[in-house]
């Protein structure tokens, strides 16, 4: 059974900085491709950041771009997001998902293309 739990969620004030992590459980890690999406109170989810399977392919979204940074270690079956200079506008619930490429070092961009989600961390930035 796949499984993934983020950490490192808080409260941080504007300026701050937060790793978030993401521990996959159920899967060979390297087989897939990750990525980490938002969602607001009333809005939509939002992509954030991907990277591919060997971690040398990333891709971010432009509202994160210089901000944050995404690696994964597939020894330790973990990948993570680096949130610096954080802004009011970045807090929400940060998801980490996965999705199955095998040998392919294709990034994965669409929330609708990855089958499995962590529950997610509150990432809460004050002004």
């Known amino acids: 059974q796949v499984q993934l739990v983020e950490s490192g969620g808080g409260l941080v004030q504007a300026g701050g900085s937060l790793r978030l992590s993401c521990v996959a459980s159920?899967?060979?890690?390297?087989?897939?491709?990750m990525g980490w999406f938002r969602q607001a109170p009333g809005e939509e989810r939002e992509f954030v950041a991907a990277?591919?399977?060997?971690?040398?392919?990333?891709y971010y979204a432009d509202s994160v771009k210089g901000r944050f940074t995404t690696s994964r270690d597939n020894a330790k079956d973990t990948v993570y997001l680096q949130m610096n200079s954080l802004k009011p506008e970045d807090t929400a619930v940060y998801c980490c998902?996965?999705?199955?490429?095998?040998?392919?070092?294709?990034?994965?961009?669409?929330?609708?293309?990855?089958?499995?989600w962590g529950q997610g961390t509150q990432v809460t930035v004050s002004s």
């Open positions: 998902a996965a999705e199955w490429v095998g040998g392919s070092s294709r990034l994965v961009l669409k929330g609708n293309d990855y089958d499995y």
């Open positions: 990277i591919n399977w060997s971690g040398r392919s990333t």
């Open positions: 159920g899967v060979t890690f390297s087989n897939y491709a």
